[in-house]
């Protein structure tokens, strides 16, 4: 959307699929990944930042939500079992991806405030991977949950380290080595599809 709006150089778009594809493969690079997200939002204030995700979200992503995962957060939430979102984006970019899924709370990287604006640091992990792992674990410990009764639904390799620690792991629409592991853990594998493929 940025690209779109003509805020950053044409040739992020390329850099972004560039970290997107890595991420697939489980092979992000954490440090250099983490500035190029975060240098958008140095000096900004959270309400531009916060209207910007709004629109991101309404051009880009609303009608990109699978049915199948409205149903099933509905299917735990009629149970009375909250349903979070644990991912490594920032609040300001999940937050109306959560609201719009009705979900009770979200984990995950947090950014750094300093006089009103993002210093363009975060405070606390970097949820990918082991700092993924770490997040969840730390949020259901301070809810009283137990990880191993939790239930985590994730599409890319890059969280086999929470695949292989929680109760019940889930692959979504799983590549094929993703998929291979999920055989071989005796992990649940769906497919999902959005409307239009239905």
């Avoid at 950053?8 to 983490?34: F, I, M, N, S």
């Avoid at 899924?101 to 300093?114: K, N, Q, R, Y």
């Avoid at 970097?126 to 700092?131: A, H, L, Q, T, Y």
Wanted: hydrophobic letters at 40%; glycine letters at 8%; a neutral charge.
């Amino acid at each position: 959307m940025l690209a779109d709006l003509g805020m950053v150089p044409e040739e992020h778009r390329a850099k972004q699929q560039h970290y997107v594809d890595l991420h697939a493969a489980g092979q992000t690079p954490e440090k250099e990944h983490l500035e190029f997200i975060l240098r958008e939002f140095i000096g900004q204030t959270p309400d531009r930042m916060e209207s910007l995700a709004r629109d991101n979200f309404q051009k880009y992503i609303s009608d990109k939500i699978y049915p199948h995962a409205r149903m099933e957060i509905e299917m735990w939430k009629d149970r009375g079992i909250p349903v979070v979102m644990l991912s490594g984006s920032t609040r300001v970019m999940v937050t109306p991806i959560a609201a719009a899924l009705g979900l009770s709370d979200v984990a995950c990287t947090e950014l750094e405030l300093e006089d009103g604006t993002y210093t363009g640091r975060i405070v606390g992990l970097f949820c990918i991977r082991d700092g993924k792992l770490k997040r969840g674990l730390q949020y259901c410990r301070d809810r009283g949950i137990d990880f191993r009764c939790a239930v985590y639904y994730g599409d890319s390799i890059s969280d086999i380290q929470i695949f292989e620690k929680v109760g019940q792991a889930v692959a979504v629409n799983p590549n094929e080595k993703l998929k291979a592991l999920a055989r071989e853990n005796n992990w649940r594998v769906v497919k999902w599809e959005r409307r239009k493929d239905l």
